[in-house]
């Protein structure tokens, strides 16, 4: 019996903070077009997009006039580089120095 007592303050706990957080995420969402019968399809239904839509509008502004397009130059575009067959042997080699030096270990002490 008290095996089901222990279990039971958690689940209420549980059951609490899911309905809490429930309640909470409904206020999150606004409700569809569908059930508010006095708005168009078309409309929009967002609370405050329209303050959202000018801020966004604003900050882009500058950031659209000094628009750069510079081209660069990095390694991982598709073509062999020196420095791609560097990293690779030099990981390559490293690691497979890390594995038998684990293998050396673990075999004298037997482990495997």
Wanted: glycine share 6%.
């Amino acid at each position: 019996m008290s095996a089901q007592r222990a279990h039971l303050l958690p689940t209420l706990l549980a059951v609490v903070a899911v309905v809490l957080v429930g309640s909470w995420a409904a206020t999150a969402f606004v409700p569809s077009v569908v059930d508010q019968p006095g708005l168009a399809n078309n409309e929009v239904v967002l609370r405050g997009y329209v303050a959202s839509a000018a801020a966004v509008a604003a900050a882009a502004g500058p950031l659209a006039a000094s628009a750069e397009d510079p081209v660069f130059d990095y390694n991982m575009r598709g073509e062999i580089t020196e420095s791609f067959i560097t990293g690779y042997f030099a990981l390559t080699t490293i690691f497979t120095l890390i594995a038998f030096g684990s293998y050396l270990v673990l075999t004298k002490l037997k482990i495997i």
